[in-house]
């Protein structure tokens, strides 16, 4: 439980614009679903092994207060980390966390979100996928390149993507002002990028920083998606395009 906790807090909150998640959970999955604030990133994932504890829908708020939870050297060794669960309407309904320290004298409890409020809390969009026309697992060294450039056009909230010779290539700026180029991905996989859409600097670059396998597929359509396999989970990072 721990582990699974810890995974989810680092690949949500720690991103720095998601602090609610949805569960939901059956005995064959444990699905998670969540939103940046501004809606520049939707997040749908699924642990790799179901939790058990985790039947039902329910929201995860206030994710800092469970990382702060989470950190607490006290809930470290021989603790207990369970499922408080109520029933409702003679369902047995996951309605918290609680956390004991081994020898029992140190205790929280972390509340979670009823299915009515985080349905309303929490409106996504299912995505319903795309065609995507370029797909390819980026390098370090494509990352570091990127978070170059990000930083020598500091002033840019967005960047964008053009596949040239099938190279995929990110831009900086405009010809009007400062402005930078470099190729991300050489002999990057698909059909190639026709239409020149804008992404999120920070947002795409937060992603790629999180721990594990990456794949980054994008498309004409105006999508983005980043797959990050952690080992515990899955999450896929939808970033809707923008114009420019």
Same mark, same amino acid.
């Given at each position: 439980?721990?582990? !699974?906790?810890?995974?989810?807090? /680092?690949? #949500?909150f720690d991103l720095g614009f998601i602090d609610l998640v949805k569960i939901t959970g059956t005995d064959k999955g444990t699905d998670i679903a969540g939103l940046a604030e501004d809606r520049s990133v939707v997040v749908d994932a699924a642990f790799k092994t179901p939790? #058990? +504890?985790?039947? %039902?829908?329910? =929201?995860? &708020? !206030?994710?800092? $207060?469970?990382k702060i939870l989470l950190g607490i050297p006290e809930y470290k060794e021989g603790a207990s980390i369970t499922v408080s669960k109520q029933d409702r309407n003679g369902v047995d309904t &996951?309605? =918290?966390?609680?956390? /004991?320290?081994k020898a029992g004298d140190f205790k929280n409890d972390y509340r979670f979100m009823t *299915? +009515?409020?985080?349905? /309303? $809390?929490?409106?996504?969009v299912k995505f319903k %996928?795309? !065609?995507? !026309?370029?797909?390819? +697992? &980026?390098?370090?060294? =494509?990352i570091q390149r990127l978070k170059f450039q990000a930083q020598a056009n500091g002033e840019e909230t967005v960047f964008t993507a053009k596949t040239e010779n099938n190279d995929l290539k990110l831009y900086f700026g405009?010809? *009007?002002?400062?402005? %930078?180029?470099?190729?991300?991905?050489p002999e990057v996989g698909g059909t190639g990028l026709a239409r020149a859409w804008a992404w999120p600097v920070k947002q795409?670059? *937060?992603?790629?920083d999180l721990t594990g396998d990456k794949t980054i597929k994008m498309s004409d359509e105006g999508a983005a998606q980043i797959t990050v396999d952690s080992g515990i989970a899955v999450y896929n990072y939808i970033l809707p395009a923008q114009s420019k």
């Open positions: 439980m721990r582990d !699974n906790l810890l995974d989810l807090v /680092e690949h #949500t939790i #058990t +504890e985790f039947i %039902g829908t329910f =929201g995860m &708020p !206030n994710l800092s $207060k469970l &996951p309605v =918290g966390l609680h956390f /004991e320290n *299915s +009515e409020i985080i349905a /309303e $809390k929490l409106k996504t %996928g795309a !065609n995507w !026309n370029v797909d390819f +697992e &980026p390098t370090i060294a =494509g405009d010809h *009007s002002t400062h402005a %930078g180029n470099f190729v991300f991905q795409f670059i *937060s992603i790629l």
